[in-house]
């Protein structure tokens, strides 16, 4: 399986992951898969909310992805027909994008 996933997604070399995937992961993404995994922790001495740089590329697409009304709720059962949804509603965030820069 992990020589299929690095075969299909040879282009993928750095991910970045929030502080509770640490441990075994990083050790399995650097050496099974070779992918430099990037932990992104939220430093101690903070107080209230902190925008942390990657991580908040991750949660502001999450939270494109939640206009879709269909997305706001586990409705899919197949994982193919959720990937279709989630395609869908990026597609319309990317073309909406767009059609505003013409303007």
Do not use: C
Request: aromatic share 8%; net charge positive; glycine share 4%.
């Amino acid at each position: 399986m992990p020589a299929q996933l690095r075969e299909r997604h040879w282009r993928i070399t750095r991910v970045w992951a929030d502080g509770g995937y640490t441990g075994q992961l990083v050790d399995f993404a650097r050496s099974v898969l070779r992918i430099a995994l990037t932990v992104v922790n939220r430093s101690d001495d903070t107080t209230g909310f902190v925008v942390l740089p990657k991580r908040w590329l991750a949660e502001h697409t999450f939270a494109w992805l939640m206009h879709s009304r269909r997305l706001a709720r586990d409705h899919e059962t197949r994982t193919d027909s959720a990937e279709a949804m989630i395609r869908w509603s990026m597609s319309m965030v990317m073309s909406r994008r767009i059609a505003r820069r013409r303007h």
